[in-house]
């Protein structure tokens, strides 16, 4: 068996989903996640994603992934399995194979991606999530009115990037549900605008393909408006905090482009 995996006890604690283990290869993880990896077994092939068990902002994102995909099955692997001791939770999704996709000016993935964040929009918002009221961007409003324009009753996904959307042959997955939340169903389209201006495309090329998503156009322009400004201050922020991460400041830049294109100011408000 070839196996990257960074504590054997994970192995004695997921056997009785996977039987004998053949192969686990580690992956690329996100910042949610102690553990991506593929598993192949005698029960099948699976994705599996791990964290710690110690209270905080990991295990939390991993316990919303677990209680989301019920209802996001129509564009996310299943998931199969979960299990839990003193030391780790794990989860186990069906695997899929895929590629992550491409964001670029001129991609042909970009229909496929737009088409499913309009999806994502279009999913009913679980009662499970009704509590998940979406805040990050709060802080960062010029005031409370304004912060109030960010909220509404959608799911969302939140984490819009690359690598959370897996085309394969046939299909295209919505992966990585590690924060979903509840809030204006615009926001996962202004985040793929930010994305797709970090990928090289202008921000009026990038309204041109979220403009195709309905929250999009149901949205009041002045809350997106609101939006690019807060958000181009919560990539600055993030930046000063670690500098010398290249995906900051790329996000940061692209943040800042789509605000001076929508007219937004630069100075934070309480």
Do not use: Y
């Not at 995909?69 to 999704?93: I, K, M, Q, T, Y």
């Not at 809350?223 to 670690?242: P, Q, T």
């Amino acid at each position: 068996m070839h196996t990257d995996l960074p504590d054997p006890a994970i192995l004695a604690l997921i056997q009785e989903h996977t039987g004998l283990v053949t192969e686990l290869r580690c992956t690329a993880g996100g910042f949610s996640s102690d553990l991506t990896a593929l598993v192949g077994c005698e029960k099948g092939a699976f994705f599996v994603k791990a964290v710690r068990n110690r209270p905080g902002g990991r295990r939390d994102s991993l316990i919303r992934e677990r209680l989301v995909n019920a209802s996001v099955r129509s564009l996310s692997p299943p998931l199969l399995w979960d299990v839990e001791d003193g030391g780790w939770v794990v989860l186990g999704f069906g695997a899929v194979e895929g590629r992550d996709a491409d964001f670029a000016p001129g991609s042909l993935d970009l229909p496929l991606v737009v088409d499913a964040v309009a999806r994502v929009g279009r999913l009913p918002l679980p009662e499970v999530a009704r509590d998940w009221r979406e805040t990050r961007w709060d802080r960062f409003a010029r005031d409370r009115s304004e912060a109030e324009l960010f909220q509404g009753d959608s799911l969302l996904h939140t984490d819009v990037n690359p690598s959370n959307f897996l085309v394969g042959e046939r299909e295209l997955w919505v992966v990585d549900w590690s924060w979903p939340t509840r809030g204006a169903g615009f926001l996962d389209p202004a985040l793929l605008a930010v994305q797709l201006i970090a990928s090289g495309h202008t921000p009026a090329s990038a309204e041109g393909w979220v403009a195709r998503c309905p929250a999009w156009q149901r949205a009041d322009p002045a809350a997106i408006d609101a939006f690019a400004g807060a958000n181009s201050l919560m990539g600055e922020a993030f930046l000063a905090r670690k500098p010398d991460a290249g995906w900051l400041r790329a996000m940061a830049e692209a943040g800042r482009a789509w605000a001076g294109h929508r007219g937004g100011g630069v100075e934070q408000g309480g």
